[in-house]
C-alpha cells in the first residue's frame, strides 16, 4: 500500500492544469482521489505526475445553464445526490451518487471523476447514460463535447484523451412527461457498496404512451451501458407492468455479461433484467 | 459481594477522550529518531521451491541498508507454538514457500517507500509446484502440503473429552444404535463454516530499538499479548526477560489476529540489533490477508437423532478445520475449544471429532470466538432442521433438552466438561417473553400472506471462557515455549499513592475492550476511592505483572478476579491504619466517598490521602504494620467459565434478487454479574456485527492455485453501520460460582450467537419453497441460487 515514487502538481487554474497535462505524457489528473489513490497504494497504476485539479476554482458548481444542466468537474456525490437542480432534471443520477461509497466517500469524490474512472460497476455512468448526459473535455488545445453512449470505451477506460480533463457533464433540462430512476444490489447486499448489478431508466411518456426511453446497465459486463433492446421494446406501450416485464427480458442483448466474485454469469444476467424492470418501473412512477 | 453505584452501573470509558480527540498513541505515532522501515519480498506462490534470490539490484539502490534472508536468521529459529504439532514457520521462507504471501525476504531501508521498491526489486526464482488448498484434498494426502509432514491431518480432537478411544467408540455406536430406533428421524447435513479474515481496522505493527550498551531490546508492537512477545524475544534471542521491554500502546482491535508473536516481530528486532538502528514495519491492508492468522474454516457434517416428539437421541459432528501452512500460537489448539462447546446448551448424548488439516493457504488461529463460533453453528443448524423435520417450534425442541438448572452448579456436559452455572429454560424463556416471539411469529404469518419472505431464526450458545491455568497446563498448552512462568494466570497490582489516589497495573493486553474504566470501577467499588482519581496501566512490560492478555473473554474473570482480590487486601491493610488513626476498631472501619468512617460514627473519618501519607511512614504506623499500600495478587481460577444466551432475528428475504435484510434482531445475554453494561452492551455490539458479517459478507476465498481472490477490502465486505440492524439487547443474569464477583466474560458472546440465528432466520424465510440449507456468507448470489436450486 505504498505508491511508486510519484510527482506531484496542484494548479490553481484549468489553463495551468491542462499545460500540465499536455507537458507530461504519464500524468494522471485527481479530484477527490478515492479511486486513483488505491491503485496507486496497490502499484497496479503508477503515473510519474498527479495533477491534483481540487484547487482550481470554479469547478465545484452545479448550475443551470439554460437548456442543460451543469455539474462542474469537482461536484462531490453527495453534492449531487443533493442538489435540487439534479434532482428534478435528472432523478437517476441523483439516486446513483446517493448510493456511491460511504459517506467519506461521497464528501469527497467527484461525480465527475467516477465518470470518467469507468468503473464496470460503478452507479453514476448508469445515471449519466439513461439521462441522456453529454461530458465536456478540455485540453490544451480546446474543448469537445462527447454523448454519454460514447464515453464509456471500455473496463476503466473512458473516451478522454490522456491530456484532457473531464470539466463539467451536462444533463439535458427534463420536459414534460419524463421521469427517471436508477436501482441496484450492492455487494454488501441493499444499495450497499459497488452493484452486483444495477439500471438506471429515462423515460418520457406523450398521450399515455412510452415515446421515448432510455435503459442503461452497470455492474454486469465490461463497461456500464445502455441496453437498446429495452428501451425499443418499451416505446410505443402505454408502459403497463407487463410491458415493462417482457421489454426488461431483452436486457441482455448486445450485452456480454462477466462474471466476477459476487455473481455468475447466469445471476448477473438474471439481475440485468430484474434491475431493467425495477428501474423502468421507478421512472415511470416518476413521470 | 458488595454494591455500590459504580459497580455495576454505567460509566463512561475513560479510554474514549484520547481516542476520539486524536491524542492516543498507535505504534505508528510513535516516532524515534533515524528509524528505519523494513519491507517483505512474500511469495506469488501457494507452494514451490525458491531456487535463488538475488538482492543486488536492491542494495544497490540509494537509501537500502540491508536485505536479510533465511541464512541470516536461521539460528533464531522458527516461530514459537503453544502445541507445536504440524510444521512450525520459519522466520523466512527456507529453500521453499508453502502459502502465497510468505515473506521471502526482507528488505531495511532509510524510509518505507524505498524499502517497498527495494522489495520489487529483489528477484527470486521459483520453481512451482503443486499446492493443496480444499480441506477434503489436503485430508486425502494426495500431496503434502509441506515435504516435512507426514501428514497433512496434523492430528484430531475427539469427545467425549477425557475418554480413552474405546469409550469415545462406545457412545459412537450407542447414537447409531438410536438412528436405528423407529420412533426417531435422522437429520444430517454437511456444512462449511467459512475462512474470514479478521480485519483489525489497526493493522499490525511494530517498532524494535536494540541498545547495545544494555544488549537489551524496546519493542512497542499492536499485540494483544505483550509479556508472551517479550518472552518470545528473551528466548530467540537468548536474553533474560529484563532485557526486553514491549509496550503495547493503543491497540486498535485485535479480535485474537494480534494473539501471535509473528515473524514480523522477530526480525524487526533482529534488524535493529544488526543495523545499530530503531526499525519498523507497519503491516499494509493489502499484506495483512496473508501474512496475519485468519479464523474458521471448517467443513463437517452434523447429524443429529431424535424423536418425533422432539427428544434428542444422540448428536455427531465430524469434519475437518482448516489449520493452514503453518503452525503457529494456538492454531491446532482452536478446534479444542469447539469441543468444550460440542453439546452446546443439550444434554445428549454427543460424539464429536475434527482432524486438524494443513492447506498451502495463510495460518489460522484465534479469532474472536476461536472454535466456539464454529461448533456453535453446526449444532444449532442442525437442532433447527431436526424441529422443521418434527413439525416442531424450534424454541420448543431446545427447551425439551437443555440441560436442567438443577444440575448446575458444576454441571458435567455430554461432552465431559465441567460447567460452572446455567440456566438455559430461563434464559430462553426470558427472551420469548421479553420480545413477544408470538407477536414475531404472527407477524411473520401476516408478511407471508402479503407474499414476502419473512423468517424468523432463534439460536442458543454456551460460550466457555476465562480459561483456569491448571486443567490447560496439563493438556500441553503453556507459555513455557515463550519462557513465561505462569500458564493461564491473571495478576493486578493495586497501589494506593500518598496522595490517596489509585493506581492499578495489570498484566492484559487490551484492543479497545475498556479495561482502564472497568478496573477503576471494582478497585472503586472496594476501596471507596472515587473513580476519578484511580489511574489504570496496562500494555508495557516493564510496569505491569506478569499476564498473558486479553483474549478468550477472560480479562474480567481473571485478571479482574485478580485485581479485586488485590484491592481487598489492600483495603484490609488500609482498615488497619485508618483504626490505629481514628482509634477505633478495624471491624468498624467501611470506606467511601474517598475516606475510611468509622460505622455508626458519621463524624469520625479519615481521608485515603490521610492514611496513605501514613502508609509511607513506617514509624508511624501501628506495631508490626509493614510501610507502603500496594498488593500483588496471582490468581488462578478453580475452572472456565460459561457464558450463555439466546438470539432470535427477523430477516426478510428478496426472491427475485436474494438480497437478505435484517428487519429486526434480538439477544439475551447472560454473562454472570456485569460491571460495566454500556461496555458489556458494546461487546456483545462488536461480536454480532462480527457473526452478522460471518454470516452474510465475509469470506476469505482462494482459487485452486491458493491465490486469495478476496485480500482487499474492496472484495472482502466488513459490514459497517448501515448495513446492520439496531440491535434489540437484554440479559438475564447467573452469577458463576468461580469467582468472587460472579463474572463470566462476553468478549465473543455476540460472534458465537450470531451467524446461526441469521442463517436460521434465511432459512426459515425460503423454507416454504423447499430450501434447507445455504453455507455462509449468504451472498445474495447463493441465496438466489438455493431458491433456484429448491424450485427445480
Redesign the interface.
Known amino acids: 500500500?505504498?505508491?511508486?515514487?510519484f510527482d506531484y502538481v496542484a494548479p490553481t487554474s484549468l489553463d495551468e492544469a491542462l499545460q500540465a497535462l499536455a507537458d507530461n505524457p504519464n500524468a494522471k489528473v485527481m479530484s477527490g482521489g478515492m479511486s486513483l489513490i488505491?491503485l496507486m497504494?496497490?502499484?497496479l497504476f503508477s503515473p510519474q505526475l498527479v495533477v491534483d485539479i481540487g484547487r482550481i476554482p470554479g469547478l465545484d458548481g452545479i448550475s443551470d445553464d439554460g437548456d442543460h444542466i451543469a455539474v462542474g468537474a469537482l461536484v462531490r456525490h453527495a453534492q449531487t445526490a443533493s442538489d435540487p437542480l439534479v434532482a428534478a432534471n435528472a432523478a437517476a443520477l441523483a439516486q446513483a451518487a446517493a448510493w456511491t461509497g460511504?459517506a467519506q466517500v461521497r464528501n469527497r469524490g467527484t461525480t465527475c471523476g467516477a465518470l470518467a474512472h469507468a468503473d464496470i460497476a460503478a452507479d453514476q455512468p448508469a445515471g449519466a447514460l439513461a439521462c441522456g448526459a453529454t461530458m465536456v473535455a478540455r485540453s490544451a488545445s480546446g474543448s469537445r463535447e462527447i454523448a454519454a453512449a460514447d464515453f464509456f470505451v471500455d473496463t476503466l477506460t473512458s473516451a478522454l484523451n490522456d491530456d484532457e480533463i473531464l470539466v463539467e457533464v451536462r444533463l439535458p433540462k427534463a420536459g414534460a412527461g419524463e421521469g427517471s430512476a436508477y436501482d441496484k444490489?450492492g455487494?454488501?447486499?441493499?444499495h450497499?457498496?459497488?452493484a452486483?448489478a444495477g439500471a438506471a431508466a429515462w423515460v418520457r411518456k406523450a398521450n399515455g404512451t412510452v415515446a421515448e426511453a432510455r435503459v442503461a446497465l452497470t455492474g454486469v459486463g465490461s463497461k456500464p451501458t445502455l441496453a437498446p433492446a429495452v428501451a425499443a421494446a418499451i416505446v410505443g406501450t402505454d408502459g403497463s407492468a407487463d410491458a415493462v416485464v417482457a421489454a426488461a427480458e431483452h436486457a441482455l442483448e448486445g450485452v456480454t455479461v462477466l462474471e466476477d466474485?459476487?455473481?455468475?454469469e447466469e445471476?448477473k444476467a438474471?439481475?440485468a433484467k430484474?434491475y431493467a424492470r425495477r428501474a423502468l418501473t421507478s421512472a415511470l412512477d416518476a413521470v | 459481594m458488595s454494591t455500590t453505584s459504580v459497580l455495576g452501573g454505567i460509566v463512561r470509558r475513560r479510554e474514549d477522550p484520547a481516542l476520539i480527540q486524536g491524542t492516543g498513541a498507535y505504534v505508528d505515532d510513535i516516532k524515534l529518531p533515524g528509524e528505519l522501515h523494513a519491507a517483505f519480498v512474500r511469495s506469488p506462490f501457494a507452494r514451490a521451491d525458491i531456487t535463488s534470490v538475488d538482492a543486488s539490484a536492491a542494495l544497490a539502490m540509494d537509501g537500502v541498508r540491508a536485505v536479510y534472508t533465511i541464512d541470516d536468521v536461521r539460528d533464531l529459529g522458527p516461530l514459537l507454538a503453544q502445541v507445536p504439532v504440524g510444521a512450525l514457520r520459519p522466520l523466512l521462507a527456507d529453500g521453499a514457500v508453502h502459502h502465497v504471501g510468505e515473506a521471502v525476504a526482507m528488505v531495511v531501508a532509510d524510509d518505507r517507500y524505498v524499502a517497498q521498491d527495494a522489495a520489487d526489486a529483489v528477484v527470486v526464482e521459483y520453481e512451482p509446484r503443486e499446492a493443496v488448498v480444499t480441506l477434503k484434498d489436503s485430508a486425502s494426502d494426495r500431496v503434502k502440503v509441506n515435504d516435512s509432514l507426514e501428514s497433512n491431518v496434523l492430528m484430531s480432537w475427539a469427545g467425549p473429552f477425557g475418554m480413552e478411544p474405546d469409550q469415545i467408540a462406545e457412545v459412537k455406536a450407542g447414537i447409531d444404535a438410536g438412528k436405528a430406533r423407529d420412533d426417531v428421524v435422522v437429520v444430517s447435513q454437511e456444512m462449511t463454516n467459512q475462512r474470514l479474515i479478521p480485519v483489525a481496522i489497526e493493522p499490525r505493527a511494530v517498532l524494535a530499538d536494540y541498545n547495545a550498551g544494555y544488549n537489551s531490546f524496546n519493542v512497542w508492537s499492536s499485540t494483544q499479548m505483550p509479556h508472551a512477545l517479550a518472552g518470545a524475544v528473551a528466548t530467540m534471542f537468548g536474553l533474560p526477560t529484563t532485557s526486553v521491554r514491549v509496550v503495547a500502546p493503543e491497540v486498535g482491535g485485535g479480535f485474537g489476529c494480534k494473539l501471535n508473536v509473528y515473524n514480523d516481530e522477530i526480525l524487526v528486532a533482529f534488524a535493529s540489533r544488526h543495523l545499530g538502528a530503531p526499525v519498523r514495519w507497519t503491516e499494509s491492508r493489502r499484506e495483512a490477508g496473508n501474512s496475519t492468522i485468519q479464523g474458521r474454516g471448517w467443513v463437517a457434517t452434523a447429524t443429529l437423532v431424535g424423536t418425533r416428539d422432539g427428544e434428542i437421541v444422540g448428536y455427531e459432528l465430524e469434519g475437518l478445520a482448516d489449520m493452514g501452512a503453518y503452525s503457529q500460537n494456538f492454531t491446532v489448539a482452536i478446534p479444542f475449544l469447539g469441543l468444550f462447546v460440542g453439546s452446546g446448551q443439550y444434554k445428549m448424548p454427543t460424539y464429536w471429532k475434527i482432524d486438524c488439516v494443513a492447506t498451502n493457504t495463510a495460518t489460522t488461529d484465534a479469532y474472536r470466538g476461536a472454535g466456539r463460533p464454529e461448533a456453535i453453528y453446526y449444532l444449532e443448524r442442525i437442532i433447527d432442521m431436526y424441529a422443521r423435520e418434527i413439525g416442531l417450534d424450534p424454541a420448543e425442541v431446545r427447551m425439551k433438552n437443555f440441560v436442567p438448572a438443577a444440575e448446575f452448579p458444576a454441571a458435567t456436559s455430554p461432552l465431559g466438561f465441567a460447567m460452572d452455572t446455567g440456566d438455559y429454560a430461563t434464559n430462553l424463556q426470558a427472551l420469548l417473553d421479553h420480545y413477544d416471539y408470538a407477536g414475531w411469529r404472527a407477524e411473520q404469518e401476516a408478511a407471508r400472506a402479503e407474499g414476502r419472505n419473512v423468517g424468523i431464526g432463534l439460536a442458543s450458545y454456551v460460550e466457555v471462557c476465562g480459561f483456569a491455568p491448571a486443567g490447560l497446563a496439563d493438556l500441553g498448552f503453556s507459555w513455557s515455549a515463550y519462557g513465561l512462568p505462569t500458564a493461564f494466570n491473571g495478576s493486578g497490582v493495586v497501589r494506593v499513592n500518598p496522595d490517596g489516589t489509585a493506581t492499578v497495573v495489570i498484566g492484559t493486553g487490551p484492543s479497545g475492550q475498556g479495561h482502564q474504566t472497568t478496573w477503576a470501577q471494582i478497585v472503586s467499588d472496594q476501596l471507596g476511592i472515587p473513580f476519578e482519581n484511580i489511574r489504570v496501566r496496562h500494555g508495557d512490560t516493564a510496569e505491569s505483572p506478569m499476564g498473558v492478555g486479553t483474549f478468550g473473554s477472560r480479562s474480567a474473570a481473571v485478571d479482574g478476579s485478580a485485581t479485586y482480590e488485590a484491592a481487598a487486601r489492600v483495603r484490609e491493610k488500609a482498615a488497619k491504619i485508618a483504626a490505629h488513626l481514628l482509634e477505633a476498631s478495624e471491624e468498624d472501619i467501611v470506606f467511601a466517598d474517598g475516606a475510611a468512617h468509622v460505622a455508626g460514627s458519621p463524624d469520625s473519618s479519615v481521608p485515603w490521602a490521610d492514611i496513605a501519607s501514613v502508609a509511607y511512614q513506617p514509624h508511624k504506623l501501628p506495631e508490626g504494620t509493614e510501610g507502603g499500600l500496594e498488593t500483588h495478587v496471582v490468581y488462578s481460577p478453580a475452572n472456565a467459565t460459561w457464558p450463555f444466551g439466546s438470539h432470535l432475528a427477523m430477516v426478510e428475504v428478496d426472491a427475485d434478487t436474494g438480497n437478505v435484510e435484517i428487519l429486526r434482531y434480538a439477544c439475551m445475554d447472560d454473562c454472570g454479574n456485569v460491571i460495566n453494561p454500556m461496555i458489556v452492551d458494546g461487546q456483545i455490539h462488536g461480536g454480532l456485527a462480527q457473526g452478522i458479517g460471518q454470516a452474510l459478507f465475509e469470506e476469505a476465498i482462494y482459487d485452486e492455485a491458493g491465490n486469495l481472490l478476496s485480500g482487499s477490502l474492496v472484495d472482502y465486505p466488513i459490514p459497517t453501520a448501515g448495513d446492520l440492524p439496531a440491535y434489540e439487547l437484554a440479559r438475564t443474569t447467573t452469577p458463576t460460582d468461580i469467582n468472587a464477583m460472579g463474572v463470566k466474560g462476553i468478549g465473543e458472546a455476540g460472534t458465537i450467537g450470531a451467524a446461526q440465528t441469521v442463517v436460521n432466520a434465511v432459512v426459515d424465510a425460503l423454507s416454504p419453497m423447499g430450501v434447507r440449507h445455504i453455507d455462509m456468507p449468504l451472498r445474495p448470489r447463493k441465496v438466489w441460487q438455493a431458491i433456484q436450486d429448491a424450485r427445480g
Do not use: A, E, W
Open positions: 500500500m505504498f505508491p511508486r515514487q488505491p497504494k496497490l502499484r460511504d444490489l455487494r454488501r447486499g441493499g450497499s457498496d459497488y452486483v466474485l459476487y455473481g455468475s445471476y438474471h439481475l430484474v
